[in-house]
């Protein structure tokens, strides 16, 4: 595995919605936990929760929940375009970036997560970790947005689970 990049991965999916939907989908709170978390709060940079039928902007922090985890991340929106393009910060330093791309009749949901520090704990839990967990939830943004099933776990009885 000397050539494996253990820095960075990036996912994509195809998406069958509208460019503006699935921008609202990774941007606003009320949206994002339809498909990924169990909970979001947005704080403007005055330190003021956010509105959660609202987008995100530049500068923004946040702080995300799962269904079925004890996990909380906080981190901040580094860039937020408006239209097509979101950077945060996530899992520490790292940094994950999604664009989204109009193709045909289909939304291409391109997700980048680097700045994955080289310890053999960031290796197994972010860069694996996060891999595996990036590969299930655009499954599921897929799968809400064209069909309406949310395919996570939600209950704490099954923690260990793919869909959580």
């Known amino acids: ?7 960075s991965f990036t996912k994509k999916i195809a998406v069958k919605a509208k460019l503006t939907d699935m921008y609202d989908a990774w941007t606003v709170a009320s949206k994002i936990e339809t498909w990924f978390l169990s909970q979001a709060v947005y704080f403007d940079t005055n330190n003021n929760v956010i509105d959660v039928n609202t987008n995100v902007k530049d500068g923004y922090t946040y702080a995300w929940n799962w269904y079925a985890q004890a996990h909380l991340e906080k981190g901040h929106i580094i860039k937020a375009n408006g ?3 979101i950077q945060f910060s ?8 999604v664009t989204l791309t109009e193709e045909n009749d289909v939304v291409i949901v391109a997700l980048t997560q680097k700045n994955i520090p080289m310890d ?15 590969s299930f939830f655009l499954v599921n943004l897929k799968s809400v947005y064209e069909g ?17």
């Open 90 to 97: 996530f899992a520490g330093e790292c940094i994950v970036e």
């Open 120 to 134: 053999d704990f960031s290796k197994q839990n972010i860069r694996l970790g996060c891999a595996t967990g990036w």
């Open 83 to 85: 239209k097509d393009f």
């Open 148 to 164: 309406g099933l949310d395919l996570r776990n939600k209950s704490m009885d099954y923690i260990t689970m793919v869909n959580n």
């Open 1 to 7: 595995m000397e050539n494996f990049n253990w820095t």
